[in-house]
C-alpha cells in the first residue's frame, strides 16, 4: 500500500449524485477527490455512473431513434410525405447510442479537469475516522485521508433467483439497452418507469412485447386520469401489458425463456425470445463500509440520512439512489449541490416537495407535486383545471394532439398543489410548472402569466384557467 493523501472532500461514486458533489465542492475552493469503480461492458472505465452510462442517457438515445422510426412508418403518410420502405439499421442506432454515451462520460472528466477535481477510477472504501481505501484501480492501493466523505454510490438491478439473470436471455435495463437484434417476442417483468420506456423502444422497433406487472393497477404513482390516458396510449402502440400477473419463475429451455406467471384466473406459461428484468433496484453498498465506520444501513440497504444527507457519523454524508426517496438523477444532483455547499459552510437546501417525474414514452408522462388522489385523501378541498392537447394548435402541427395538461390548486388560496401532463415533450413543459410549486405560485400566478402562442405550453396556461372554469379554448365543466 502506497502513503496516504488528504483531502477536504472524497466522494465516492461519480454518477449524477457524486459528481456535481465534487464538483460544487471545488466550486468551494475545496481539495476534491472523486472515486468512482465503474466499468463498461468492453472493461474501459468512465465517470457518469448508472445514468450516463447505463440509464437516461443511452434509454433517452434509443426512446429517440425508435420513436423516429415508428413516426417515419405510422405518422409521415399524414404530413404528406412519402418515405418509401422504411428500415432499420439497428447497428448504427446502436453506435450513435454509443457515441452519444461516450461523449458526455468524457465530458464529465473535462469537468472534473477544468474545476480541479482529482478523478479517480478505482474502488473506494470508507474506513473508520474518515478514511477512504482506494483499490482495483491503476495504481496500488491507497488511502485517501477525508474532511468529508460523501457516500455516492447508486443502485443496481434488483436480481430475483427465481428469475436468474444471464445476460443473454434473461436480461437487466443495461442488457436491454445494448441488445444487437430486435427480439420477436420480448418480456418485461414490471411496468415500472424502466419497463414501459424499454418496452416501448423494442415494441417501435418491431418486437411483440409482453408486459407482466403484479399490481392490478397501472402507474399507481401518478395521477390517475394520466395513468388512464397512458394506459389507452401503450394499447394503441401494441404493448401487451398484462396487470395482476404475478410472475412466479423464469427459466431459459432449448434457446428461449419459458415464463410462469399467475394472475386471477390461475397460473399461465409464457414463451419469449428475451426476458427484462425491471422490478426496481436496489441501493448499492458492496464492499463500501469497513468495520467500525459507523454509518447505518437501513433493512433495505439505504445509508440512513437526515433531510440534508447526514449519515450521523460526523462529516460522512450520503447522498442520491443509495438513500431515502426518488431514485432520480436530477434529485441525486441536487442533493450533491446541497451536501457540497452545506460543507463549505454555505446554505443548501433540497425541496423534496417539487421534485418532477418524467417518463419518456410517447406521449411522455411528467408531473410534480401531489395527484389529486393524494389531495382529495388529505381531506383538503381543492379544486381541478384540465386542458386536453386536441384544442392545442402546436400540438396539433406536431401531429401530437394527444392528451392533457391538468392542475390541482388549493380551494381556500388556491395554492398550486399538483401539475400533471400527458402529452407532446411533457418533460419540458413540467418544468414551468417545478418552478411555480417553489415560488408558492397559485393557479391565478398561471394564468396572470402569458404564454407565447402557438406553444404547448399554453395547455398549462389553459388548465390553470380551467381550474376556475375561465379557460378560453376549452368547454369549462
Ligand atoms: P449511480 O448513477 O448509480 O452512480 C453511482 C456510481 O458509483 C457508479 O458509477 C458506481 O460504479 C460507483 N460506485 C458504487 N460503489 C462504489 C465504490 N465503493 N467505489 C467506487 N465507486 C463506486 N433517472 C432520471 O432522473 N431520469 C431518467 O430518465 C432515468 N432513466 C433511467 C433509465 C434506466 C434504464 C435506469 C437503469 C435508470 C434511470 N434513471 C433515470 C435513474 C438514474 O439513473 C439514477 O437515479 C441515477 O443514476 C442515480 O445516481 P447516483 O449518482 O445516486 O448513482
Ligand atoms: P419500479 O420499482 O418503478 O422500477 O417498478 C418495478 C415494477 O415491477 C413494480 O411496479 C412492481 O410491482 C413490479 N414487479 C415486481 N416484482 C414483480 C413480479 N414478480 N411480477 C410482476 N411484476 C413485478
Not at 177 to 198: F, H, K, S, T
Not at 295 to 315: A, I, Q, S, W
Request: aromatic share 6%.
Amino acid at each position: 500500500m502506497s502513503g496516504s493523501e488528504a483531502f477536504d472532500v472524497v466522494v465516492i461514486g461519480a454518477g449524477p449524485a457524486g459528481y456535481p458533489a465534487a464538483i460544487r465542492a471545488a466550486q468551494n475552493k475545496l481539495k476534491v477527490a472523486c472515486v468512482d469503480e465503474w466499468k463498461n461492458t468492453d472493461g474501459t472505465a468512465a465517470f457518469g455512473g448508472t445514468c450516463l452510462n447505463a440509464g437516461c442517457i443511452p434509454s433517452k438515445a434509443l426512446l429517440e431513434s425508435s420513436e423516429l422510426y415508428w413516426r417515419a412508418r405510422e405518422e409521415f403518410a399524414h404530413h404528406g410525405i412519402g418515405v418509401g420502405q422504411v428500415k432499420l439499421d439497428l447497428a448504427t442506432m446502436q453506435r450513435r447510442r454509443a457515441g452519444i454515451v461516450k461523449t458526455m462520460t468524457g465530458g464529465i472528466a473535462a469537468l472534473f479537469k477544468s474545476a480541479g477535481v482529482t478523478g479517480i477510477h478505482g474502488h473506494g472504501r470508507l474506513l473508520p475516522g474518515n478514511r477512504v481505501e482506494v483499490s482495483g484501480g491503476m495504481g496500488a492501493t491507497r488511502v485517501l485521508e477525508a474532511r468529508h466523505v460523501v457516500i455516492a454510490s447508486g443502485s443496481s438491478p434488483i436480481r430475483l433467483p427465481s428469475m436468474p439473470h444471464d445476460g443473454k436471455l434473461i436480461i437487466d435495463s443495461w442488457n436491454a439497452l445494448e441488445l444487437d437484434a430486435v427480439p420477436r417476442r420480448l418480456g418485461v417483468i414490471g411496468a415500472g418507469v424502466i419497463g414501459l420506456e424499454l418496452g416501448s423502444v423494442w415494441r417501435r422497433l418491431g418486437s411483440e412485447v409482453t408486459v407482466l406487472e403484479a399490481l392490478p393497477q397501472l402507474l399507481p404513482m401518478a395521477d390517475q386520469a394520466i395513468a388512464r390516458e397512458a394506459q389507452r396510449h401503450f394499447k394503441k402502440l401494441g404493448l401487451d401489458i398484462r396487470l395482476g400477473a404475478k410472475v412466479q419463475s423464469a427459466s431459459v429451455t432449448g434457446g428461449a425463456v419459458s415464463v410462469v406467471y399467475t394472475d386471477a384466473s390461475g397460473e399461465h406459461r409464457l414463451e419469449l425470445d428475451k426476458l427484462v428484468v425491471a422490478v426496481g433496484r436496489r441501493p448499492f453498498t458492496e464492499g463500501l463500509l469497513a468495520e467500525g465506520t459507523g454509518v447505518k444501513v437501513d433493512g433495505r440497504g439505504f445509508v440512513e440520512v437526515d433531510e440534508h444527507c447526514r449519515t450521523g457519523v460526523p462529516n460522512v454524508w450520503a447522498v442520491g439512489d443509495v438513500v431515502r426517496g426518488p431514485m432520480l438523477a436530477h434529485k441525486g444532483k441536487e442533493e450533491g449541490i446541497m451536501v457540497a455547499d452545506l460543507i463549505a459552510g454555505r446554505y443548501g437546501e433540497v425541496n423534496y416537495r417539487a421534485i418532477p417525474s418524467v417518463i419518456y414514452t410517447a406521449p411522455e408522462i411528467a408531473w410534480v407535486g401531489l395527484t389529486e388522489e393524494q389531495v382529495k385523501a388529505s381531506g383538503r378541498p381543492y379544486k381541478v383545471g384540465s386542458f386536453p392537447f386536441a384544442a392545442n394548435g402546436r400540438a396539433r402541427a406536431l401531429e401530437a394532439a394527444q392528451g392533457m395538461a391538468k392542475m390541482v390548486s388549493a380551494a381556500d388560496d388556491d395554492e398550486i398543489l399538483g401539475v400533471h401532463i400527458i402529452g407532446p415533450f411533457a418533460g419540458e413543459l413540467i418544468a414551468e410548472a417545478v418552478l411555480a410549486l417553489e415560488y408558492s405560485a397559485s393557479s391565478e400566478d398561471l394564468q396572470r402569466t402569458m404564454h407565447a402562442h402557438p406553444t404547448l405550453s399554453e395547455a398549462l396556461h389553459e388548465a390553470a384557467l380551467a381550474v376556475d372554469k375561465r379557460a378560453i379554448d376549452s368547454i369549462n365543466r
